[in-house]
Structure formats: structure tokens, C-alpha cells
């Protein structure tokens, strides 16, 4: 199946511990750029969580979100620092000597100083909290493929749509072509009467001039290659995978054949089909470039 490269997903983790928001949501990108935002206290699991998304992704800018709370009531700890306190008091005291003043220092006030008690995050469990993450993450990541490929799907049909729109341009220009040549040969012909009156004509000149202008107006390789990249990119399609940068590449030539097909015309029938092709054609190369 094919894959847009625009997608969203969500999912979220709640017990009595703690509860994990994860979003993720992703725009085109020639590669696979993923940027994570996070609470810093997650920040060990950067590395797990990238190696993790490569699993559902291969393209596209990805921004992952993740929002977490604590519910834990014994996460916290309160701690004494007695060094602290007693170097405070220490000081404390050597400026009442330096100054003559009594020292009216109680506890109440000593515990109020910088880092005599602490509040410190006890240790969490690592492996349950990423359990909890990696589960998260992974529901949110196939809510997203299921989003990136249900619009992958709609895509697809529409660039089939508009490749058989382009064949039918193909054959237009096929069928104009014999028409071109005799329609030159009348011309030609014309002038040629016109300034030699009643004289003879010489139809091996004729036929020298036309031979040249057919080759120099023929697009059969042109058309040829033009069919041929539009049956590729419709393989390409059905066959499904991350296949944007091979179908974006087929674009490439299939906008080179109509190039050379437009510069060679100088019948304005065949010039604006080739017009209207070289249209269609960059509206596909558009689309592709939101295909994995």
C-alpha cells in the first residue's frame, strides 16, 4: 500500500501512577527528520524512542510530543544536608564575633537557608516507566500509519486518475501526427505552385522536404518513453511500499520526454495537448512528493 507522508496519531497511558499523552504528526520531507519534545526527567529515552519510530516511518518531517504526569505520592523525598547547615552556622557565628553581635540564630530560621532541606525525586523504575512509554508510543505510531496510509490511498487514486487522463493526451498527439505531415505536404505543395505557375513540379524535392520535417517533428521515441514511464509510475502505485523517490524520479523523465515533445511542435493543435500533458504532469509530480 502506499503512504502519504502527512499523518496523525494519538494515544495516551492513565493508571494510578502516572498518565502519558504521545501525538505525532508528520508533513513531507526528502528524508526522515524526527524532532521530539519532551519533559527533560524523559530525556534518557531519546535514543529507544527514535530507534523505535524507524519501525513505522521512513520519510517525512516528524514532530513527536510527549506530555507526562506523576501521580506517585512517595516520589519525593525530603533530605537534611547537616554539612550545609552547620557551615551556615559556622559563619553565622564568626560574623557575630566580627561584629559583636548575639547570635539569635533558631532552627526555624536555620532550616529556611538555600539547601538545608531538600526535596529530591526518588528513583523511578526505568523498565516499567518505559514499558509504559513504549506501549504508548507504539499506539500512537499505528494510529498514525493508519492515517499516513488511508491518505496514501486517496492519492493513489487520484494519480491513477490523472495518469490515464495523461495517456489519453499520448494518444492524441499519435493520432494528430500523419495528419501533420500531409497537411505540410499540402502546403509545401501550394508554394511551390504558387511560384512556378504552370511549370512542373518536382515531387522528389517535395518528398525530400517533407522526409526532412517528419524527422525533425517526429516524437514516436518521445511517446514510446512517455507510455512506458506512465505504466511505471502505475506498477510503481499498485505495488505499494515507500516508493515516493522512485516515482518522483519517473516524474523527472516523463516532464523531460513532454519538454522535447513541446520543442519539436510546430503544429498549435499538438503543441497545446503537449501543454495540457506537461500540466498534468507536474500536478502528479505535486502529489508524489507526499508519497513515502
Known amino acids: 500500500m502506499i503512504k502519504s507522508m502527512t499523518g496523525f496519531g494519538r494515544a495516551e497511558h492513565c493508571d494510578e501512577k502516572r498518565k502519558i499523552t504521545v501525538e505525532i504528526k508528520s508533513v513531507n520531507h526528502r528524508y526522515l527528520d524526527v524532532n521530539i519534545k519532551m519533559p527533560k526527567k524523559l530525556g534518557f529515552f531519546e535514543s529507544s524512542i527514535r530507534n523505535l519510530l524507524k519501525e513505522y516511518m521512513q520519510r517525512g518531517k516528524v514532530d513527536l510530543y510527549i506530555t507526562y504526569e506523576d501521580y506517585a505520592e512517595d516520589n519525593y523525598s525530603l533530605k537534611y544536608n547537616k554539612d550545609i547547615a552547620r557551615t551556615y552556622l559556622k559563619y553565622l557565628n564568626e560574623m557575630g564575633n566580627d561584629f559583636g553581635l548575639e ?26 516507566l518505559w514499558n509504559d512509554m513504549e506501549k504508548t508510543i507504539r499506539s500512537a505510531a499505528e494510529a498514525f500509519v493508519k492515517s499516513r496510509l488511508d491518505e496514501g490511498e486517496n492519492l493513489k487514486a487520484d494519480l491513477i486518475k490523472k495518469l490515464n487522463g495523461m495517456l489519453v493526451y499520448v494518444e492524441d498527439i499519435e493520432k494528430r501526427a500523419p495528419a501533420i505531415i500531409e497537411e505540410y505536404r499540402n502546403k509545401i505543395t501550394e508554394k511551390v505552385k504558387d511560384m512556378l505557375g504552370d511549370a512542373s513540379i518536382d515531387e522528389s524535392r517535395i518528398l525530400t522536404e ?38 518522483d524520479f519517473i516524474a523527472q523523465e516523463m516532464n523531460r520526454e513532454a519538454n522535447t515533445i513541446l520543442s519539436k511542435s510546430t503544429d498549435l493543435s499538438t503543441s497545446n495537448v503537449a501543454i495540457d500533458l506537461k500540466t498534468d504532469i507536474e500536478k502528479v509530480r505535486e502529489q508524489i512528493q507526499n508519497i513515502e
Do not use: W
Not at 107 to 118: D, H
Not at 210 to 230: F, G, K, M
Open 103 to 128: 547570635n539569635d540564630v533558631r532552627i526555624s530560621v536555620l532550616s529556611r537557608y538555600p539547601e538545608v532541606f531538600a526535596l529530591e525525586e526518588m528513583d523511578i523504575d526505568e523498565e516499567e
Open 210 to 247: 517533407v522526409t526532412l520535417y517528419a524527422d525533425r517533428s517526429c516524437v514516436d521515441e518521445e511517446l514510446v518513453r512517455l507510455r512506458s514511464h506512465i505504466k511505471g509510475t502505475v506498477d510503481t502505485l499498485n505495488a505499494g511500499g515507500s516508493v515516493g523517490r522512485k516515482l
